[in-house]
């Protein structure tokens, strides 16, 4: 039985539209696109004002408006209520961006968040990424999967050694490496073939089930 609700309908046929560029690029392809990108932009400018701007900027303002309007003059700018100056004030440097005469302002956030965001992800990536390959790599366990493990990280990081000329058994080393990373692309890109995939299925089954009502 085919859906009566409106919502249905729109989803369906926005679906058939962005479907429609499997045929060529069109019109009705580029609305879909640019309705679902502006409503993700919208959508995110929402969930960032109700859960960062209020409680994290307009809220602790008022507080600290509170603060000075009913504090002694020695306890006015006590931490809890003063540390969001710092936050605030980088964000409002963001928008300088906007004005050619006070544009360079803007780099003073844009250079914390950068030296920030490196100081947290370095650390953590190398934990993950780095320490834990290691620790894996190097547990003594001589099963199958172990030794080609330590195969592949071995020859993969020799193919990479470009302080030698790859020949004879050098060439050979680094010969296995390629394999393995051959492996490891085509796994990620099959991984990645797998995710577009089931949002192929979903999509046909929302035609199929929500739409159409073709299957239960």
């Given at each position: 039985m085919i859906a009566h609700d409106p919502w249905v309908w729109i989803g369906a046929i926005l679906t058939f539209c962005i479907f429609s560029f499997l045929y060529k690029d069109n019109p009705l392809f580029k609305?879909?696109?640019?309705?679902?990108?502006?409503?993700?932009?919208?959508?995110?400018?929402?969930?960032?004002?109700?859960?960062?701007?209020?409680?994290?900027?307009?809220?602790?303002?008022?507080?600290?408006?509170?603060?000075?309007?009913?504090?002694?003059?020695?306890?006015?700018?006590?931490?809890?209520?003063?540390?969001?100056?710092?936050?605030?004030?980088?964000?409002?440097?963001?928008?300088?961006?906007?004005?050619?005469?006070?544009?360079?302002?803007?780099?003073?956030?844009?250079?914390?968040?950068?030296?920030?965001?490196s100081g947290v992800s370095v650390p953590l990536s190398l934990q993950n990424y780095v320490f834990k390959q290691m620790e894996g790599t190097v547990a003594i366990d001589l099963t199958i999967s172990n030794i080609i493990l330590i195969i592949g990280v071995f020859t993969t990081l020799f193919y990479f050694f470009f302080s030698?000329?790859?020949?004879?058994?050098?060439?050979?080393?680094?010969?296995?490496?390629?394999?393995?990373?051959?492996?490891?692309?085509?796994?990620?890109?099959?991984?990645?073939?797998?995710a577009r995939v089931s949002l192929l299925i979903g999509r046909i089954q929302f035609l199929l089930h929500d739409w159409l009502g073709l299957i239960p």
């Amino acid at each position: 039985m085919i859906a009566h609700d409106p919502w249905v309908w729109i989803g369906a046929i926005l679906t058939f539209c962005i479907f429609s560029f499997l045929y060529k690029d069109n019109p009705l392809f580029k609305l879909a696109e640019h309705l679902f990108i502006g409503t993700a932009v919208g959508y995110s400018i929402a969930i960032t004002w109700h859960q960062a701007v209020i409680p994290k900027i307009i809220t602790p303002m008022r507080e600290l408006i509170t603060v000075i309007r009913t504090a002694s003059a020695g306890s006015i700018f006590t931490i809890p209520e003063f540390y969001y100056i710092f936050p605030i004030g980088l964000g409002i440097l963001m928008f300088a961006r906007f004005s050619r005469r006070h544009a360079w302002l803007s780099r003073w956030p844009i250079a914390f968040v950068i030296g920030f965001g490196s100081g947290v992800s370095v650390p953590l990536s190398l934990q993950n990424y780095v320490f834990k390959q290691m620790e894996g790599t190097v547990a003594i366990d001589l099963t199958i999967s172990n030794i080609i493990l330590i195969i592949g990280v071995f020859t993969t990081l020799f193919y990479f050694f470009f302080s030698v000329s790859h020949r004879g058994p050098v060439r050979k080393v680094a010969r296995i490496g390629i394999y393995f990373i051959m492996v490891a692309f085509g796994a990620g890109f099959g991984y990645t073939v797998m995710a577009r995939v089931s949002l192929l299925i979903g999509r046909i089954q929302f035609l199929l089930h929500d739409w159409l009502g073709l299957i239960p």
